[in-house]
Nanobody, 127 residues
Framework: VQLQASGGGSVQAGGSLRLSCAAS???????TGWFRQAPGKEREFVAA????????NYAASVKGRFTISRDSAKNTVHLQMNSLKPEDTAVYYC??????????????????????WGRGTLVTVSS
């Protein structure tokens, strides 16, 4: 699976951005997740969606502001980010989990359960 993340940029606090993660190659994934890493901090879970879109999980810090969705026809997962805060500034990575024996990965926040990672896209939120 190859993953291409896009949509990052610079916005002011309160603004919005939409990230996209396009998958190619082996396109069936059990789940697609978004993680982020701020300067000097550990990578952290943001959101995940399962293969059908029926199961979605958000980090508490983004719940109510971010929305993850899947366009299966285009093998793309989107992350709509609204009401952005300076603390959302980070490099955002999308990742794919492909092990069919790990069907509950969507409800996990563990990065190690994801098998493939795309290059990050930088989101900068200024106050």
């Amino acid at each position: 699976v190859q993953l291409q993340a896009s949509g990052g940029g610079s916005v002011q606090a309160g603004g919005s951005l939409r990230l996209s993660c396009a998958a190619s190659g082996r396109t069936f994934t059990v789940a697609t997740g978004w993680f982020r890493q701020a300067p000097g901090k550990e990578r952290e879970f943001v959101a995940a969606i399962n293969w059908s879109g029926a199961t979605i999980n958000y980090a508490a810090s983004v719940k109510g502001r971010f929305t993850i969705s899947r366009d299966s026809a285009k093998n793309t997962v989107h992350l709509q980010m609204n009401s952005l805060k300076p603390e959302d500034t980070a490099v955002y990575y999308c990742a794919a989990a492909v092990a069919i024996t790990d069907l509950d990965v969507t409800t996990s926040t563990a990065a190690e359960r994801y098998n493939y990672w795309g290059r990050g896209t930088l989101v900068t939120v200024s106050s």
